[in-house]
């Protein structure tokens, strides 16, 4: 667990779960090798055996699992439960934001699902920078880790086993992951909320959330209807990889040319 833990004989009436979610050193190498499902030009009994190899969706489940996990610890037993990983802004954030999406149907607005972001993940201090490599080029960076894709794969995939329990589409979710990545917008910019205020971020950048609420109707599920607490199916078999994000239409077009067509030999000179 790195940080270490506390035993539960200091705490009547608790009980103690590891949720066996790997760390960020383990998320990053299967984010690396999940770049081979994307880009090599293989048919797809060698692309599914890549994503096998990938493990991503078995991080994806192991998250998940934790989260539907908690939801039912409060839900089923009017109990509290307290998340907590190494450090407190990575798997933390990503639980405690998964569960209360499947507790509470404002969360799965579109601007519920914004303040939720912004209380768990950017308040909270999840470290954007040093995930993301804002502005780096060290691509090998140890800090570096797909903690907030996961979060955002995790909600997609609720999407799929739930269409009309979101009122945002799944064009939302793209667009949040393409703007963590552009830089465009101060939302995901900095690792805290001091280092923030004191680059006055918010007086010198636009928010993500005021771009996607000036458009909102482009961003709205057109068969959403307000549904009650979710129960989640987490095995493996119910999970989806998300080849609308992680592949587009052209480079599967052009992969699929580059295995039907025969090798053409080219003269260089």
């Given at each position: ?75 089923q037993t009017n109990s509290s439960a307290l ?187």
């Amino acid at each position: 667990m790195g940080g270490g833990y506390e035993t539960k004989d200091q705490y009547a009436n608790t009980e103690l779960n590891f949720l066996d979610i790997e760390n960020i050193h383990k998320m990053r190498e299967s984010l690396f090798k999940l770049q081979d499902v994307c880009s090599l030009c293989v048919d797809d009994k060698q692309r599914f055996a890549l994503l096998q190899n990938s493990q991503w969706l078995h991080h994806i489940k192991a998250v998940l699992t934790g989260a539907q996990r908690i939801a039912d610890v409060i839900n089923q037993t009017n109990s509290s439960a307290l998340i907590h990983c190494s450090d407190g802004w990575d798997r933390t954030s990503q639980l405690s934001s998964l569960a209360q999406v499947l507790l509470n149907p404002f969360y799965r607005t579109i601007i519920g699902f914004e303040v939720l972001v912004e209380k768990e993940w950017i308040s909270f201090g999840h470290k954007f920078d040093k995930r993301t490599g804002h502005g780096g080029s060290a691509h090998g960076d140890e800090q570096r880790a797909p903690i907030f894709l996961q979060f955002i794969d995790c909600v997609w995939q609720m999407c799929v086993q739930f269409p009309h329990a979101f009122e945002f589409n799944e064009h939302f979710l793209v667009t949040i992951l393409n703007h963590l990545y552009s830089c465009a917008f101060g939302t995901f910019l900095t690792d805290s909320e001091r280092t923030r205020d004191n680059l006055a971020i918010r007086a010198r950048t636009i928010s993500l959330w005021s771009f996607i609420n000036s458009q909102i109707g482009v961003y709205r599920n057109t068969s959403y209807s307000e549904h009650g607490v979710l129960t989640l199916n987490t095995s493996i078999e119910s999970l989806q990889f998300w080849s609308n994000y992680y592949m587009n239409s052209e480079l599967k077009e052009s992969c699929q040319n580059l295995i039907l067509e025969p090798a053409r030999k080219e003269t260089v000179v």
